[in-house]
């Protein structure tokens, strides 16, 4: 049957073989993947949160305090303080043994000066 194939369909007849051996290929290789095994770590940041927070699965707490760190009023770092309740996007995250949850989390509240130290001289 191949050998009555036309000249100008035998090019056409040669790439569909050639995809189905790729297909063919892709299967095997997706077969012989290991679901269990662990992907490698990620570690939460401000840009993770936000994207959460933009999803449009979001919760109704993860979006109030996106519109608060907007606003400037507090940061994404402080999530678990300033936020009330805390959104379940965070126990999610930090309940997930792939995800590392920053270790510097919160931040403290103290304030940096606006001026220089300065000494007073005698």
Do not use: F
């Not at 965070?90 to 997930?96: G, P, Q, S």
């Amino acid at each position: 049957m191949i050998e009555s194939l036309p000249p100008h369909a035998r090019a056409a007849y040669d790439r569909l073989m050639a995809s189905c051996d790729e297909l063919e290929a892709a299967r095997t290789r997706a077969l012989n993947t290991d679901l269990t095994a662990r992907a490698g770590s990620r570690r939460v940041t401000a840009e993770l949160l936000a994207r959460l927070a933009s999803s449009p699965q979001a919760s109704s707490d993860l979006i109030h305090y996106a519109t608060r760190v907007a606003s400037g009023e507090c940061s994404w770092e402080r999530i678990e303080v300033d936020a009330e309740p805390v959104p379940r996007e965070v126990e999610e995250l930090k309940a997930d043994s792939q995800i590392m949850w920053p270790s510097e989390w919160p931040t403290s509240t103290t304030e940096v000066p606006s001026q220089p130290y300065r000494i007073p001289w005698e």
